[in-house]
């Protein structure tokens, strides 16, 4: 049974670094690939990986250099692309200092009082 | 109650959250309802079924190795196993591939598989439910 | 309407998202679904009697049914004399049977 899932996303670069991306960005997107029907909110700190222009590059321990920093805005672009729907809790946003011009151009805010009926669009929430 | 399939989400690796503990607790409910399991362990969780896990003495306890007794997730996750069979029901423990190569960690317990997000997906949409335990 | 398990193992006092949280599951249960928050690890800490728990009393006021995992209230020294009103202790069990009866379930 094709299902509607909501990939809800709150932990913010936990191990971005490390893994060059952030995990539930990269999974959505594999699974997408893979013939899901699958949608994204960022709420909380992961409203930021909304933010143009991040910058993580330049690490380097001893001679060993980061060839491939992690491009969170970039990665949200692709998803877009690829026909998900990207949400972010506007109240987040706004806390956080974040403007609309701030941010990848795609993404859709919801404002915190019309997440339940964001939530109840899906036949799952999957809450990472 | 009618058995039901379960697919359960991990990323933490052993010893590092709680959750760790709570996912084995509900697995294991869900196990002794007669539904079945399906794991699909992500990130760090994939270090859970590692086999070479190995007890140790604890010299602030005062307990040598035999005494403390250390809990290794691979024995936990074994048990569940164990009892799913004896129930005649599943429990499958699926690694993220990707996640296994960047920490080394391929050698499993038996009966441990290795998948992709393809995989997950597939298992989400066969399945009657899904929980979904993040890492933070 | 649909039926939701939100699962909560964060101590609000540690981070506001808890409170985001409950909102999210008092705005479900205003738009008329059937919702439990099940409080476990140190999601408990509210269950103990103290300010705290008025976000617990708000949740219930608002039509959610407040449980409490068993095992996290007992390691954490938690009895009933010490109880929240308005929460019951429950076992893992009942995640399992609410998931059975199709509830979706959140992990927070």
């Known amino acids: 049974m094709a299902r509607k899932v909501l990939q809800v996303l709150e932990t913010a670069y936990r191990c971005t670094v490390q893994e060059q991306d952030d995990p539930v960005v990269w999974i959505t997107a594999m699974m997408k690939n893979a013939g899901g029907d699958l949608s994204l909110l960022l709420r909380g700190p992961a409203v930021n990986y909304a933010v143009n222009g991040q910058d993580a590059s330049g690490l380097a321990f001893g001679e060993k250099k980061q060839n491939q920093p992690p491009r969170l805005d970039e990665d949200l672009g692709r998803l877009l692309a690829k026909g998900v729907e990207v949400y972010f809790v506007q109240e987040d946003a706004s806390e956080r200092g974040l403007e609309p011009k701030d941010l990848v151009k795609g993404v859709r805010p919801v404002d915190r009082r019309a997440l339940p009926q964001l939530l109840a669009r899906f036949d799952q929430v999957w809450h990472w | 109650m009618a058995r039901k399939s379960f697919v359960f989400v991990v990323m933490d690796p052993p010893y590092e959250s709680a959750r760790s503990v709570s996912a084995y607790r509900l697995m294991d409910a869900a196990v002794r309802k007669g539904h079945d399991v399906f794991v699909f362990a992500y990130e760090g969780g994939v270090s859970q079924p590692f086999a070479k896990q190995a007890q140790h003495p604890n010299s602030v306890h005062g307990r040598d190795t035999t005494q403390e007794d250390h809990p290794l997730p691979k024995d936990w996750i074994a048990a569940l196993q164990a009892e799913a069979k004896k129930r005649g029901t599943r429990f499958q423990w699926m690694n993220c591939g990707l996640c296994v190569d960047e920490r080394g960690v391929a050698e499993t317990i038996p009966d441990v598989v290795r998948g992709s997000p393809a995989e997950l997906w597939k298992a989400a949409e066969a399945a009657d439910n899904i929980l979904v335990m993040g890492a933070s | ?108």
Do not use: C, Y
């Open chain 3, 1 to 108: 309407m649909a039926k939701w398990i939100l699962i909560e193992s964060r101590d609000p006092l540690q981070t506001r998202d808890v409170e985001r949280q409950f909102e999210l599951a008092a705005g479900l249960a205003r738009e008329g679904h059937q919702v439990t928050v099940f409080l476990i690890q140190n999601g408990v800490f509210p269950a103990r009697r103290s300010a705290t728990s008025a976000l617990l009393e708000i949740l219930s006021k608002s039509g959610v049914q407040v449980l409490a995992d068993d095992f996290s209230l007992r390691e954490r020294g938690i009895d009933g004399d010490h109880l929240a009103p308005g929460v019951q202790p429950a076992g893992v069990d009942v995640v399992i049977d609410r998931m059975a009866d199709g509830a979706k379930a959140l992990w927070h």
